[in-house]
């Protein structure tokens, strides 16, 4: 057990926000991490047991669960059962104290453990209460159980990532709950900047669902002009071309034309000039409907040369062009580097924090994720009373 609740953490434009965090597995914690990343003092409580259930989920390092460990650093940690009259207690000293509750149970869950938005706000007008879930609080699948494919899968999103010739596909990561701890965040520092100008607190409902379809962009744009869905076009965009994976005489490479004095200098760099006044190819929208046999004619000529020669003609010339790099090269890529986003937090290397602002440290070192009951002792001493009999 640590002696003290004091962690060391880098200021923040959060450094005098405390957020009692009752979310578990993904979407919550991510968007918790972000405030505690930017100075928040989070204190996240777990059940009974083996507390948060990604604490069980591989993969492992140094006998720690990194599934845990990337969404949960530096926080503290206090197991409470909300079930038991004492633990209750203080839990509710703790609201009285707090700025924000997140929460992601199934709706309905902390109404009936009556902690409930409206059940709190009696003790603690100015509190923000988050809560996030799969479909949100209102609607005819409020109640309907969601984990990230589920919500993928309903949303549209999957139905879009593919080649045309291949199934659904899930998004390569949990897309629905990272939106979701996203927009989380936004909407906590949207009520308490709301709370500066009104001295009241509010209550923020966040959908894993609506936040997925927020993201579908191209497939709603589709679905408005045509009344239509978007169907799997593999990796090229679906308005704009070239735009697409092209194959080189070794490695993949990526080319980003998004008009037509891209593509016309793309086609000088590479030396096929007859292709900007070929019929098929003199605008976007000719370009995209004979998309094929433009991609065709572009890798005869990328086959040609590997691609380290190929992303250095054409990004010298001005067209937009990058390598496709596996998550290893990535991670180590200098501008992951220059950008400090893989950090290290107890001992654990795992993406850095994205939200640059000036003024406050971006420490390439953080506190790491708490052991399960780490601050418990301290912190129930900390909110055995309320805090205003403790000052007396």
């Given at each position: 057990m640590?002696?003290?609740?004091?962690?060391e953490?880098?200021?923040?434009?959060?450094?005098?926000?405390?957020?009692?965090d009752?979310?578990?597995?993904?979407?919550?914690?991510?968007?918790?991490?972000?405030?505690?990343?930017?100075?928040?003092?989070?204190?996240?409580?777990e059940?009974?047991?083996?507390?948060?259930?990604?604490?069980?989920?591989?993969p492992?390092?140094?006998?720690?669960?990194?599934?845990?460990?990337?969404?949960?650093?530096?926080?503290?940690?206090?197991v409470?059962?909300?079930?038991?009259?004492?633990?209750?207690?203080?839990?509710?000293n703790?609201?009285?104290?707090?700025?924000?509750?997140?929460?992601?149970?199934?709706?309905?869950?902390?109404?009936?453990?009556?902690?409930?938005?409206?059940?709190?706000?009696?003790?603690?007008?100015?509190?923000?209460?988050?809560?996030?879930?799969?479909?949100?609080?209102?609607?005819?699948?409020?109640?309907?159980?969601?984990?990230?494919?589920?919500?993928?899968?309903?949303?549209?999103?999957?139905?879009?990532?593919?080649?045309?010739?291949?199934?659904?596909?899930?998004?390569?990561?949990?897309?629905?709950?990272?939106?979701?701890?996203?927009?989380?965040?936004c909407?906590?520092?949207?009520?308490?900047?709301?709370?500066?100008?009104?001295?009241?607190?509010?209550?923020?409902?966040?959908?894993?669902?609506?936040?997925?379809?927020?993201?579908?962009?191209?497939?709603?744009?589709e679905?408005?002009?045509?009344?239509?869905?978007?169907?799997?076009?593999?990796?090229?965009?679906?308005?704009?071309?070239?735009?697409?994976?092209?194959?080189?005489?070794?490695?993949?490479?990526?080319?980003?034309c998004?008009?037509?004095?891209?593509?016309?200098?793309?086609?000088?760099?590479?030396?096929?000039l007859?292709?900007?006044?070929?019929?098929?190819?003199?605008?976007?929208?000719?370009r995209?409907?004979?998309?094929?046999?433009?991609?065709?004619?572009?890798?005869?000529?990328?086959?040609?040369?590997?691609a380290?020669?190929?992303?250095?003609?054409?990004?010298?010339?001005?067209v937009?062009v990058?390598?496709?790099?596996?998550?290893?090269?990535?991670?180590?890529?200098?501008?992951?580097?220059?950008?400090?986003?893989?950090?290290?937090?107890g001992?654990v290397?795992?993406?850095?924090?994205?939200?640059?602002?000036?003024g406050?440290?971006?420490?390439?070192?953080?506190?790491?994720?708490?052991?399960?009951?780490?601050?418990g002792?301290?912190?129930?001493?900390?909110?055995?009373?309320?805090?205003?009999?403790?000052?007396?």
């Open positions: 640590s002696s003290s609740v004091k962690t953490k880098a200021s923040g434009p959060f450094s005098n926000i405390l957020v009692i009752l979310t578990h597995v993904l979407n919550g914690p991510f968007g918790t991490t972000i405030l505690s990343d930017l100075g928040a003092r989070v204190i996240k409580i059940p009974p047991g083996h507390g948060d259930d990604t604490r069980t989920y591989g492992f390092y140094k006998d720690q669960s990194l599934y845990f460990s990337f969404v949960n650093r530096g926080k503290e940690s206090i409470l059962n909300l079930k038991d009259e004492a633990d209750k207690a203080i839990f509710l703790m609201v009285r104290e707090a700025d924000v509750l997140t929460e992601n149970f199934r709706p309905g869950t902390m109404k009936h453990l009556g902690l409930s938005y409206d059940d709190l706000i009696k003790i603690n007008p100015r509190l923000v209460y988050a809560s996030s879930s799969g479909f949100g609080q209102t609607g005819p699948f409020a109640a309907y159980p969601a984990y990230d494919t589920i919500v993928q899968a309903m949303s549209g999103i999957m139905s879009m990532t593919g080649f045309p010739d291949g199934p659904a596909t899930r998004v390569g990561t949990s897309m629905s709950d990272l939106c979701a701890g996203v927009f989380m965040f909407g906590i520092a949207s009520a308490l900047y709301a709370r500066e100008k009104t001295g009241q607190g509010a209550y923020v409902d966040v959908a894993m669902f609506d936040s997925t379809l927020a993201f579908l962009e191209h497939g709603f744009m679905y408005v002009a045509t009344g239509k869905p978007l169907h799997r076009i593999g990796n090229r965009h679906p308005f704009m071309t070239p735009f697409d994976v092209f194959q080189s005489a070794d490695k993949d490479f990526v080319i980003c998004g008009n037509d004095h891209l593509f016309a200098e793309l086609c000088k760099a590479i030396g096929r007859e292709l900007i006044t070929d019929a098929r190819f003199l605008s976007n929208q000719s995209t409907e004979n998309n094929a046999a433009l991609k065709s004619e572009l890798e005869a000529t990328f086959k040609t040369q590997p380290a020669h190929w992303l250095k003609t054409i990004h010298d010339a001005g937009p990058g390598p496709v790099l596996n998550v290893a090269e990535a991670a180590v890529h200098p501008q992951t580097v220059a950008r400090n986003m893989l950090i290290e937090a001992g290397r795992m993406p850095g924090n994205p939200v640059k602002i000036s406050y440290e971006d420490p390439p070192v953080r506190t790491g994720a708490p052991t399960l009951n780490q601050h002792d301290a912190l129930r001493r900390e909110f055995a009373v309320p805090a205003k009999a403790a000052a007396e």
